[in-house]
């Protein structure tokens, strides 16, 4: 089957679904966005039963990347697509029906558009916890023992200890915002390491408390706490959750761990955080405009974003590129469930990872998740 794509447009058909004959009745066309070799291996491997017909698209989906998806009753899309109100019309003018996406957070979809629209949006609830949750620990104990300055260091033949002195995380107090799957996942890791807990959120988690975490308003986790980490989705109420205001609360010398949205964090705040010297350490696998940056090799050109390169000049600073979820097991739960949502949705059977708009209240299960 050709590829709708063309030009520059990066486009394949899935290996092994060329010319397969359906082998059940509920095979669709998917229109895959944003996806990477790995992206198309673990999808093409989950497919092999389900069989549908996946085409691939290197390109963001955008309202200009959008008309790719014609006569695709279903699209795949993941955290950096744009499925605002324009791109949304676009898929349901081409006939697309559902948006399965390959994420738990749908802060990048236009709920209240795509309801009007008659698209039905489904999501990963929940892939590997441990896949963020570790990444989240590792960022914690590489910046407090300074290991990506140790390991530059050792290389160039300076094995000078100045600079590299850490603490003992046992009996550190570690403030967690946001105990849901992953939170609580940080939660469990960080109790092993002999850590005090404190933890907010608007609906308390009984395993976490289990733990011995206390569950406190904000203000009296941004006083206490040696280590912040953030694990609630944005939403409006939580967009800049850490600014200026917040940080002065912080304890001086504080680090904060931000692996769950970058619009959590003001960037500009925080930087000011750590040229007074009021944060001691920054790790961040997120970042508030990183739609033009992660999940491609610039490294051939100019970083256009100054505040972006500001936070790379500091050597208490780690950025990682949204890798958090990147586990083999996270990208197979990943690929089943999103093709399964496909799969029940072209079946016509209940859809059990929907996202149903329900404005003013709450989108997923009681509870809004990004
Ligand atoms: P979840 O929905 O299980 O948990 C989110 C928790 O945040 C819930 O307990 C909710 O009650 C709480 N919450 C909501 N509003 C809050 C507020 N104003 N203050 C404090 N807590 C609040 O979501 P899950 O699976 O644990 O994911 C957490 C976040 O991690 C997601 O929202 C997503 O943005 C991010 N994420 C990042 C990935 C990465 O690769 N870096 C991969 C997957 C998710």
């Given at each position: 089957m050709p590829c709708s794509g063309g030009g520059t447009l990066a486009c394949e058909t899935a290996p092994g679904t060329q010319g397969v004959p359906p082998p059940s009745e509920a095979v669709t066309r998917v229109a895959v966005f944003s996806t990477r070799q790995y992206d198309r291996e673990f999808l093409t491997a989950a497919n092999r039963e389900p069989g549908h017909e996946l085409v691939f698209y290197e390109p963001r989906l955008t309202v200009e990347t959008a008309p790719l998806a014609a006569g695709f009753p279903a699209v795949s899309a993941f955290v950096n697509d744009a499925l605002d109100a324009p791109a949304l019309t676009v898929l349901a003018e081409g006939g697309t029906r559902l948006i399965a996406l390959r994420s738990a957070g749908f802060n990048n979809v236009d709920l209240g558009a795509a309801a009007a629209l008659g698209l039905r949006v489904a999501r990963v609830p929940a892939y590997s916890p441990h896949a963020v949750a570790e990444h989240t620990v590792t960022l914690i104990l590489a910046l407090n023992r300074k290991i990506h300055?140790?390991?530059?260091?050792?290389?160039?033949?300076?094995?000078?200890?100045?600079?590299?002195?850490?603490?003992?995380?046992?009996?550190?107090?570690?403030?967690?915002?946001?105990?849901?799957?992953?939170?609580?996942?940080?939660?469990?890791?960080?109790?092993?390491?002999?850590?005090?807990?404190?933890?907010?959120?608007?609906?308390?988690?009984?395993?976490?408390?289990a733990l011995g975490a206390r569950y406190v308003a904000l203000p009296e986790l941004f006083g206490a706490a040696d280590i912040i980490t953030l694990?609630?989705?944005?939403?409006?109420?939580?967009?800049?959750?850490?600014?200026?205001?917040?940080?002065?609360?912080?304890?001086?010398?504080?680090?904060?761990?931000?692996?769950?949205?970058?619009?959590?964090?003001?960037?500009r705040a925080v930087i000011a955080g750590l040229k007074s010297?009021?944060?001691?350490?920054?790790?961040?696998?997120?970042?508030?405009?990183?739609?033009?940056?992660?999940?491609?090799?610039?490294?051939?050109?100019?970083?256009?974003?100054?505040?972006?390169?500001?936070l790379l000049t500091f050597p208490n600073v780690i950025v990682t590129a949204h890798q958090g979820y990147f586990t083999a097991e996270a990208l197979h739960e990943i690929a089943t469930t999103t093709l399964t949502n496909v799969t029940q949705y072209e079946a016509g059977r209940p859809l059990a990872n929907e996202i149903r708009f329900d404005p003013g209240v709450d989108h997923v299960g009681g509870r809004r998740a990004a």
């Open positions: 300055r140790a390991y530059q260091r050792v290389r160039d033949g300076n094995f000078s200890l100045d600079g590299l002195l850490g603490f003992d995380l046992s009996s550190r107090t570690v403030g967690i915002i946001g105990t849901g799957i992953i939170g609580a996942t940080v939660a469990g890791i960080l109790h092993g390491f002999g850590c005090d807990l404190l933890a907010n959120d608007p609906f308390p988690n009984e395993r976490v408390r694990h609630c989705p944005l939403l409006p109420e939580t967009t800049h959750l850490v600014d200026r205001n917040a940080i002065a609360q912080m304890k001086r010398g504080v680090m904060l761990v931000n692996t769950s949205r970058g619009g959590l964090v003001d960037s010297g009021h944060i001691g350490a920054l790790g961040l696998d997120v970042y508030e405009e990183e739609t033009d940056l992660f999940s491609r090799d610039l490294s051939g050109q100019i970083i256009q974003d100054d505040v972006f390169s500001r």
